[in-house]
């Protein structure tokens, strides 16, 4: 069973930057696409980007431009940074395999304020 800590998350205004990391806990995963995903208050579980192990990206329209994946093999961790961050990016942050995900970790909270 693979483990997936995201971390990260805060509190930022609008307009502000965060970077979010997702740690596995498995040297496997490195084989998989990574996909990040979020959860506004009420709203279901969104894909928002995704990465493939040869480093092609791809995004959700609502961060494009705004949002970038990455991954670091050797670390076996996954990153997002998000810029221009919009009060409509606030909510839950989950990292997991793309595009059929696995057990979901526990998640890093993204709460933009106006």
């Known amino acids: 069973q693979v483990q997936l800590v995201e971390s990260g998350g805060g509190l930022v205004q609008a307009g502000g930057s965060l970077r979010l990391s997702c740690a596995a806990s498995?040297?496997?995963?490195?084989?998989?696409?990574m996909g990040w995903y979020r959860q506004a208050p009420g709203k279901q579980r969104e894909w928002v980007a995704s990465?493939?192990?040869?480093?092609?990206?791809a995004y959700v329209d609502s961060v494009k431009g705004r949002f970038t994946i990455s991954r670091d093999s050797a670390k076996n961790t996954v990153y997002l940074q998000m810029n221009s961050l919009k009060p409509e990016d606030t909510a839950v942050y989950y990292c997991?395999?793309?595009?059929?995900?696995?057990?979901w970790g526990q998640g890093t909270q993204v709460t933009v304020s106006s």
């Open positions: 498995r040297t496997s995963n490195s084989i998989y696409v």
């Open positions: 997991n395999k793309f595009p059929v995900p696995g057990s």
């Open positions: 990465i493939t192990t040869g480093g092609i990206t």
